[in-house]
């Protein structure tokens, strides 16, 4: 926790953060109040599946409850609880996406990874001005045992749109603390990999 908080002000440049689930440990069950204090503009969650009902109670300044739809300039963030394919139209359909116009980018925070065909049933649910933007995803839950902490994935095309994916898995023993430093030009998403000290300095 204490790595993830000296993470984000070291990032206090960025104008987004975006927390993919399983965000309790077995020391802290709630996240600390003084993560609202982060200075990035928008603060953005979406639960895993070891998150409690209360883990997000004390983040007033935060955007956790799913479904949700934000704007931030040219890009939307949508959050989202699970990418079963059933669910996510449902609760794309819940977020009124279809009211934004004007969006170049697309970002999708989820817990679970998205696969092909429910990537698919994602971007038959958008409108058309939506389904021609860069997509975006944010996810976790995978952490098999070797894995570096972080993936990033640039290489994704469905249905002629470009996909992006990040994953970051924070809790890896050696790897704790980590994120994804993700910059958006306006066409293409660009990836650096970052990690939290334990002293903030």
């Not at 993560?35 to 004390?58: C, I, M, R, Y």
């Amino acid at each position: 926790m204490s790595r993830l908080h000296n993470l984000a002000w070291a990032q206090a440049d960025c104008d987004v953060v975006a927390l993919t689930g399983d965000c309790v440990s077995q020391t802290c069950h709630q996240l600390p109040t003084t993560w609202n204090t982060w200075p990035q503009a928008l603060l953005l969650s979406v639960p895993g599946n070891h998150d409690k009902f209360d883990t997000f109670e004390n983040l007033g300044n935060w955007q956790c409850r799913t479904p949700y739809v934000r704007r931030f300039e040219d890009l939307i963030f949508i959050g989202l609880s699970s990418l079963s394919t059933n669910a996510t139209k449902k609760e794309i359909d819940a977020t009124g996406c279809r009211e934004w116009e004007g969006c170049r980018g697309l970002v999708v925070l989820c817990h679970y990874a998205p696969r092909l065909l429910e990537q698919a049933a994602f971007i038959t649910a958008l409108d058309d001005t939506l389904a021609c933007s860069t997509l975006l995803f944010l996810h976790g839950h995978d952490h098999p045992h070797g894995f570096s902490g972080t993936e990033w994935d640039d290489s994704g095309k469905i249905e002629g749109s470009t996909i992006f994916r990040s994953r970051v898995c924070s809790s890896v023993t050696d790897c704790r603390g980590l994120g994804h430093r993700i910059e958006w030009d306006g066409h293409v998403f660009r990836c650096a990999r970052v990690q939290g000290s334990l002293n903030r300095s």
